[in-house]
Nanobody, 126 residues
Framework: QLQLVESGGGSVQSGGSLTLSCSAS????????MAWFRQAPGKEREGVAV???????VYAESVKGRVTISQKNTGATLYLQMNSLRPEDTAKYYC????????????????????WGQGTQVTVSS
């Protein structure tokens, strides 16, 4: 069973930066789509950024221009560089992976992903 482990979370002030990492427990050639989601207390899990089946980055409107998703060795390590952080970015951030090319209309749907990490907390203070 593939396991994903996130790291890099922490507490920063508004305007600060963080880089999150997600490492897979083993290389799995079936992994095609990888993504970052986040969930704030009392809110639903929402998609933040995805690398789709074609290797293209896709961003949620709420973070576009402030975050960059990248990967090293498809399916092995996933990164999320976050700049100009805002208090509303405070949430637990999760790495997710799917062993197929998630369709465009489901890229930010949590149910499209099979594998999940335990999450890493990001707290942004004003």
């Amino acid at each position: 069973q593939l396991q994903l482990v996130e790291s890099g979370g922490g507490s920063v002030q508004s305007g600060g930066s963080l880089t999150l990492s997600c490492s897979a427990s083993k290389y799995d050639s079936r992994i095609v789509t990888m993504a970052w989601f986040r969930q704030a207390p009392g809110k639903e899990r929402e998609g933040v950024a995805v690398i789709d089946g074609g290797g293209r980055p896709v961003y949620a409107e709420s973070v576009k221009g402030r975050v960059t998703i990248s990967q090293k060795n498809t399916g092995a390590t996933l990164y999320l560089q976050m700049n100009s952080l805002r208090p509303e970015d405070t949430a637990k951030y999760y790495c997710a992976a799917a062993a197929y090319a998630v369709s465009w209309d489901r890229l930010f749907a949590y149910f499209a992903y099979t594998y999940w990490g335990q999450g890493t907390q990001v707290t942004v203070s004003s």
